[in-house]
């Protein structure tokens, strides 16, 4: 099993940059795949970026491509999201997410282990 703290969010002026951390906690983290997510007031879910359990693998939604990257440290159980070139519309709680079996890496009902949540603010 594993458990998934968030931490770095925060209020950032539009253009600025902010680094997410997700750590985990279990024995097993580098076996598990990990998904950023979000969800702004009154909306969906959705999905941000996904890494394979080696980090040899990534996808982006086309929303945050180019900006945004994800990477991870298994051997700190950690995984990052460095959000570069941040927008208004980033502005939203954000999700990481771990399943060590993914049928589908763009759903949340995939995703079998969440944490908490960070808030993200972007000022315009």
């Known amino acids: 099993q594993v458990q998934l703290v968030e931490s770095g969010g925060g209020l950032v002026q539009a253009g600025g940059s902010l680094r997410l951390s997700c750590a985990a906690s279990g024995r097993t983290f580098s076996t598990f795949h990990m998904g950023w997510f979000r969800q702004a007031p009154g909306k969906e879910r959705e999905f941000v970026a996904y890494?394979?359990?080696?980090?040899?693998?990534?996808y982006y939604a086309d929303s945050v491509k180019g900006r945004f990257t994800i990477s991870r440290d298994n051997a700190k159980n950690t995984v990052y999201l460095q959000m570069d070139t941040l927008k208004p519309e980033d502005t939203a709680v954000y999700y990481c997410?771990?399943?060590?079996?993914?049928?589908?890496?763009?759903?949340?009902?995939?995703?079998?282990?969440w944490g908490q949540g960070t808030q993200v603010t972007v000022s315009s």
């Open positions: 997410a771990a399943d060590p079996r993914l049928t589908n890496i763009v759903s949340p009902h995939a995703y079998g282990y």
């Open positions: 890494i394979s359990w080696s980090g040899g693998n990534t």
